[in-house]
Protein backbone atom coordinates (compact mmCIF):
# COMPACT_ATOMS: atom_id res chain seq x y z
CA UNK A 1 0.00 0.00 0.00
CA UNK A 2 1.21 3.47 -0.61
CA UNK A 3 2.23 6.34 1.89
CA UNK A 4 0.09 9.11 1.59
CA UNK A 5 2.29 11.88 1.25
CA UNK A 6 1.64 15.16 3.51
CA UNK A 7 0.41 18.59 1.95
CA UNK A 8 3.14 20.53 3.78
CA UNK A 9 6.96 18.83 4.23
CA UNK A 10 10.53 19.44 6.29
CA UNK A 11 13.26 19.65 3.76
CA UNK A 12 14.47 16.69 4.70
CA UNK A 13 10.68 15.07 3.52
CA UNK A 14 11.57 17.06 0.69
CA UNK A 15 14.74 16.13 -0.21
CA UNK A 16 13.87 12.76 0.58
CA UNK A 17 10.83 12.54 -1.62
CA UNK A 18 12.66 13.96 -4.61
CA UNK A 19 15.48 11.87 -3.45
CA UNK A 20 18.32 14.93 -4.06
CA UNK A 21 21.13 16.34 -1.96
CA UNK A 22 20.70 19.07 0.57
CA UNK A 23 22.47 21.57 -1.85
CA UNK A 24 20.71 20.68 -4.68
CA UNK A 25 17.14 21.78 -2.94
CA UNK A 26 19.31 24.82 -1.58
CA UNK A 27 20.20 25.72 -5.41
CA UNK A 28 16.59 24.79 -6.38
CA UNK A 29 15.08 27.65 -3.98
CA UNK A 30 17.97 29.92 -4.69
CA UNK A 31 17.32 29.73 -8.41
CA UNK A 32 13.64 30.37 -7.79
CA UNK A 33 12.87 26.58 -9.22
CA UNK A 34 11.41 25.98 -5.90
CA UNK A 35 9.34 27.87 -3.46
CA UNK A 36 10.05 27.52 0.36
CA UNK A 37 7.66 28.81 3.48
CA UNK A 38 8.65 29.52 6.80
CA UNK A 39 6.94 29.39 10.11
CA UNK A 40 6.43 32.55 11.65
CA UNK A 41 9.37 33.28 14.03
CA UNK A 42 10.52 29.60 12.77
CA UNK A 43 13.85 28.84 10.91
CA UNK A 44 13.25 25.49 9.63
CA UNK A 45 11.69 25.13 5.85
CA UNK A 46 8.59 23.61 4.96
CA UNK A 47 7.58 22.57 1.27
CA UNK A 48 4.60 22.31 -0.46
CA UNK A 49 3.97 18.87 -1.89
CA UNK A 50 2.28 20.55 -5.01
CA UNK A 51 5.40 22.63 -5.76
CA UNK A 52 7.98 19.58 -5.24
CA UNK A 53 5.52 17.86 -8.24
CA UNK A 54 5.91 20.56 -9.79
CA UNK A 55 9.75 20.13 -9.96
CA UNK A 56 9.26 16.83 -12.00
CA UNK A 57 8.60 16.76 -15.42
CA UNK A 58 8.19 13.48 -17.81
CA UNK A 59 11.38 12.61 -19.81
CA UNK A 60 9.41 11.60 -22.91
CA UNK A 61 7.31 14.87 -22.76
CA UNK A 62 4.53 12.56 -22.42
CA UNK A 63 2.57 13.75 -19.24
CA UNK A 64 0.17 10.84 -17.31
CA UNK A 65 -2.99 11.00 -15.62
CA UNK A 66 -3.01 10.59 -12.18
CA UNK A 67 -4.86 7.21 -11.51
CA UNK A 68 -7.79 7.95 -9.82
CA UNK A 69 -8.52 10.41 -13.13
CA UNK A 70 -11.18 9.16 -15.39
CA UNK A 71 -11.84 9.81 -18.95
CA UNK A 72 -15.14 11.63 -19.73
CA UNK A 73 -17.72 9.84 -21.33
CA UNK A 74 -18.58 10.64 -24.82
Known amino acids: MARRVPEVL ?8 LQISDSTLRRYIR ?8 LA ?3 DLRFRRE ?3 AL ?3 ANGVVEKEPDQEEPLT
Not at 10 to 17: P, R, S, V
Not at 31 to 38: D, F, I, P, Q, S
Open 51 to 53: DLL
Open 41 to 43: GER
Open 31 to 38: KGKLKAYR
Open 10 to 17: TAKQAKDF
Open 56 to 58: LEP
